[in-house]
């Protein structure tokens, strides 16, 4: 049971801080302004317009009985009541009214019927309390004769109400939107700190950062730019440090190629120059993969500018591209180009087709990329994103490196907060789905 409400509670409820913590202020500020509101309505309101309606209706019982023990002074009893009651009393013997004027939810109609009807009886009353913007018109059947009285509204019905309301209704008003922009100013913090963690997170430099706000945020916030700054330390001194070992590796490759230009013996000079080009090449590999987090700006990019620039790049026709939608997202566009270029080459490589199709999902931008070649094993699916690791059956995509073609693929979608994911493509050969948010 409790679960189950728990469930409940969890999916009407704001997602969001900044409506949880209004509802934390709000909630207790309108229940108490709904109880006291109940409560003046049920023990002051009604009970006062309940004793003012009684008073009235014996004030109107006492005139009938008067005019009909002594119809002669009339003159002089309406003129007193109109002097010192401002009621307006008048005897007619026009026919009774057949129409109510009752008004059904008014609380003040429903309190007059009840006096009148238990001190006059049934049909021997009329009144409206509609008719007239500061009156109530009453009618009194008496005998043959009708008596028609118009007295004050406040006598039925308290004046005070519609002060009571407003005051109590507009300081409950300014009281939240103060609230609401203090919670607005505490909040902002937490937001700013949650859009520089999702930039850090997708490989962008957030130098522009400054903690604020409450001091456990700014506590977070201090202690989160202290991590972004090491990781960021760590990543450029990875680089530098490849960089250089690239340098010295170079050198030596590059003599051990002049060296055996010169060797006479042509058969063990190709093979060992088979070596060093092999080495050469795992050595860029090694680089590319360290390069992945490499210092470059976010920027606005449009994809299908982005595949027509590669494509052309290619120059390859067995390359064929669609456009269902044309999508721009927030990325690295150095990076994104590697990696979808890395991919589109392996299956140019191993594959005598290619088909890159870009369209729209929801909020995602998709990219399918596939082929006709000898595809992957599904049971391979995951290990192929592994650093170093190779195929040694079916379709090696790293027949010429180390491994780490996909490797750096993943690296790169990820850190733009998007997936990777492969299939069974309609070529008969492997597809390569990707998803990036816009």
Do not use: C
């Not at 709904?34 to 006062?48: C, E, G, N, P, R």
């Not at 008004?103 to 001190?119: G, I, N, Q, V, Y």
């Not at 530098?240 to 042509?266: C, F, N, V, W, Y």
């Amino acid at each position: 049971m409790f679960s189950g409400l728990n469930k409940f509670l969890k999916i009407i409820l704001p997602k969001r801080l900044f409506y949880r913590a209004l509802i934390i202020v709000a909630a207790p500020t309108i229940i108490l302004q709904l109880i006291i509101t109940i409560v003046f309505y049920d023990s002051i309101w009604i009970k006062a317009n309940k004793n003012s309606t009684r008073a009235l209706v014996t004030q109107l019982k006492t005139i009938e009985e008067v005019y009909q023990n002594d119809k002669k002074n009339l003159d002089f009893f309406t003129d007193s009541y109109k002097n010192n009651f401002n009621f307006e009393i008048g005897i007619n013997q026009n026919q009774f009214p057949s129409i109510s004027g009752e008004r059904k939810f008014s609380p003040m109609d429903r309190a007059l019927r009840r006096e009148l009807k238990s001190t006059f009886g049934n049909n021997n009353y009329w009144f409206s309390t509609s008719k007239f913007k500061n009156a109530v018109e009453i009618k009194i059947k008496s005998k043959n004769e009708i008596i028609e009285f118009l007295v004050p509204k406040e006598m039925v019905s308290a004046s005070s109400v519609r002060l009571f309301v407003l005051w109590t209704t507009l300081p409950s008003i300014l009281l939240i939107v103060i609230a609401l922009i203090f919670l607005k100013n505490q909040t902002r913090p937490l937001v700013k700190l949650a859009k520089a963690a999702e930039r850090f997170g997708k490989g962008d430099y957030v130098n522009d950062f400054r903690p604020s706000g409450a001091q456990e945020i700014r506590k977070a916030a201090y202690e989160f730019d202290r991590m972004a700054k090491r990781i960021n330390r760590h990543l450029n001194q990875r680089s530098e440090m490849l960089s250089g070992i690239s340098h010295d590796l170079r050198t030596p490759l590059t003599r051990l190629k002049l060296q055996l230009a010169m060797l006479t013996q042509k058969d063990i000079s190709t093979r060992m120059s088979k070596d060093i080009d092999e080495m050469e090449r795992m050595l860029n590999d090694y680089l590319q993969f360290a390069k992945t987090q490499s210092k470059e700006s976010t920027t606005s990019i449009e994809l299908t500018n982005l595949i027509k620039e590669l494509s052309q790049n290619l120059d390859n026709k067995n390359l064929d591209i669609s456009f269902q939608d044309n999508i721009t997202l927030k990325g690295r566009p150095v990076a994104l180009k590697r990696s979808l270029e890395n991919i589109i080459q392996n299956g140019l490589t191993y594959g005598k087709k290619v088909l890159v199709t870009v369209k729209k999902s929801s909020n995602r931008g998709l990219i399918l990329i596939e082929d006709d070649g000898p595809g992957i094993p599904e049971d391979q699916y995951k290990n192929v994103f592994k650093p170093f690791f190779r195929l040694d059956k079916s379709r090696s995509l790293n027949q010429s490196g180390v491994g780490l073609g996909l490797a750096i693929v993943e690296d790169i979608i990820n850190s733009h907060g998007g997936n990777i994911q492969l299939g069974k493509s309609q070529l008969g050969g492997l597809q390569v789905k990707i998803s990036l948010p816009f």
